[in-house]
């Protein structure tokens, strides 16, 4: 009898695919320099699984960079908050794509935000800048024409932490799989309770990539609501820490 043996998968970064050069240009040897971080640091540390490695691209940079043809059309300089980036997705993908956008990485956790800044200083990226803290405690500090978030929250709770980060008439763009349009149904109440005005599924980068990616667009009106509920759960977070630890 043969014992079942464990199956084996390449941790090896593929090749660059053709198509980065669409919507990376001059910028693409950035991009692959941050593939090859993802690949190694990012895997060393715990924010990119070794399974992923070979579909880098695919899955993780090509999906978050299409992104970048979803932002609206506003006057210079553009600006826009990644909540949770956890290893810089969506927003460094973002930043390459669109150097004319200005980009916060949000995250709280402290292996994070040093992986984060390392690539930023790496890459050279000055429309970037790192950020250590959660959503709620940026409430009255930052103030963004965009949010994004990609594999954060289910829909309510993400929304609960990102509308009230936005400018008056801002938008959140959250990268959702194939549940995206369950999602919105399940969360409607939620969302308009927090002051949405509008929100749709759309689906961007179908002429780039082989897979195209899901994103919800929820628009806020004059007045971005859930502001005070998030104050309440940032001051509730801040008298928890003392008992537990961030890494």
């Not at 693409?28 to 715990?46: F, I, M, N, S």
């Not at 709280?108 to 709620?136: I, K, M, Q």
């Amino acid at each position: 009898m043969v014992e079942d043996q464990p199956e084996e998968f390449s941790t090896e970064l593929g090749e660059t695919p053709a198509v980065a050069s669409k919507l990376f240009g001059d910028r693409l040897p950035l991009a692959e320099r941050y593939a090859e971080l993802l690949a190694d640091a990012g895997v060393k540390r715990g924010l990119i699984g070794p399974r992923e490695v070979p579909r880098l691209w695919e899955r993780h940079i090509l999906n978050c960079a299409v992104l970048g043809e979803a932002l609206p059309e506003r006057p210079a300089p553009l600006s826009l908050c990644d909540v949770g980036s956890g290893a810089g997705l969506p927003g460094i993908p973002v930043a390459l794509a669109r150097p004319d956008v200005e980009i916060t990485l949000l995250e709280p956790l402290l292996r994070r935000t040093n992986f984060l800044e390392e690539v930023v200083r790496e890459l050279r990226l000055s429309n970037v800048t790192v950020v250590r803290g959660r959503a709620e405690e940026m409430i009255g500090k930052l103030q963004v024409d965009v949010v994004t978030a990609r594999a954060v929250a289910p829909l309510d709770r993400l929304a609960g932490w990102g509308l009230p980060l936005l400018r008056p008439y801002g938008q959140m763009l959250a990268l959702k799989g194939d549940s995206a349009e369950q999602e919105v149904a399940e969360h409607r109440a939620a969302l308009q309770k927090l002051g949405a005005e509008e929100w749709s599924v759309e689906i961007v980068g179908a002429s780039v990539v082989a897979t195209p990616t899901h994103v919800v667009r929820v628009q806020v009106g004059e007045s971005p609501g859930g502001v005070k509920a998030a104050a309440r759960r940032a001051k509730a977070a801040r008298a928890a820490r003392p008992r537990r630890g961030r890494r």
